[in-house]
């Protein structure tokens, strides 16, 4: 049996059977929306990029909010002794909250796809692959940031607190492109290649690049490998 699938349909399911989710996505697509409808309007300019760029930053608060709760909750009520008992392992309990999180980002950038057809429908220049990349990133970016948020969850009974260190860590993630200015250009070139930005504005250039990708798989195996550690944790004490 695929205890994975069926862990992530409950957690979707959970999703949509609270107003929480709904508020979540509705507050998403209203700030993506009006950041891409600026520049229509107000330049008469219709294109993706100022959505790529604004999106980057709502998930900095979109996807903590998403994430806090998926084992911080179960720890706090304790239901989380119940699924271990069952007969999963705790990697297939922290994949199943990982797709589970991942369908709720990517069911947001599907309905952004309206914004897509709007450009199509004003018969702006469209760069097919640029638009592609762009949503990659914005996928593999949104991977990322929910392996984070599911590892802060595992720490903590706490929803808030999983919040907040989950916003901590992918905000230094994030503003780490910002810094290197102020870094000796010894160490700027390492520092760079930390920092998520950089990654991520190399994809929606249109470039697909194997170190860009390495580099998103690496952090998402990375924070999901320490999830099902903080996991295991628990039965040594």
């Not at 250039?205 to 999901?224: A, E, H, K, P, Q």
Request: with cysteine; proline share 2%.
């Amino acid at each position: 049996m695929d205890y994975t699938k069926i862990i992530a349909k409950k957690e979707i399911n959970g999703y949509f059977n609270a107003a929480s989710a709904y508020i979540i996505l509705v507050v998403f697509l209203l700030i993506s929306g009006w950041f891409f409808a600026s520049p229509l309007f107000l330049n008469n300019q219709a294109d993706l990029r100022s959505l790529f760029g604004i999106i980057p930053i709502i998930y900095i608060f979109f996807i903590p909010a998403i994430t806090m709760g998926l084992l911080a909750r179960e720890r706090n009520s304790g239901t989380i002794e119940l699924l271990t008992t069952l007969p999963l392992n705790d990697a297939e309990i922290i994949m199943g909250k990982f797709w589970a999180s991942l369908s709720i980002i990517t069911t947001g950038l599907i309905f952004t796809l309206i914004h897509f057809l709007t450009i199509l429908v004003l018969g702006s220049n469209i760069d097919f692959g640029a638009i592609f990349c762009g949503y990659l990133g914005l996928v593999l970016l949104g991977a990322v940031y929910s392996s984070i948020g599911i590892f802060t969850s595992s720490l903590t009974g706490n929803q808030i607190v999983a919040f907040i260190i989950s916003f901590f860590i992918i905000f230094v993630l994030f503003i780490l492109e910002y810094t290197l200015f102020f870094l000796p250009s010894a160490i700027a070139g390492f520092f760079q290649y930390l920092s998520i930005g950089y990654h991520f504005s190399n994809i929606t250039r249109g470039v697909i690049d194997t170190r860009n990708l390495v580099y998103f798989v690496s952090l998402i195996i990375l924070f999901l490998r320490l999830a099902i550690v903080s996991m295991q944790s628990r039965k040594w004490k």
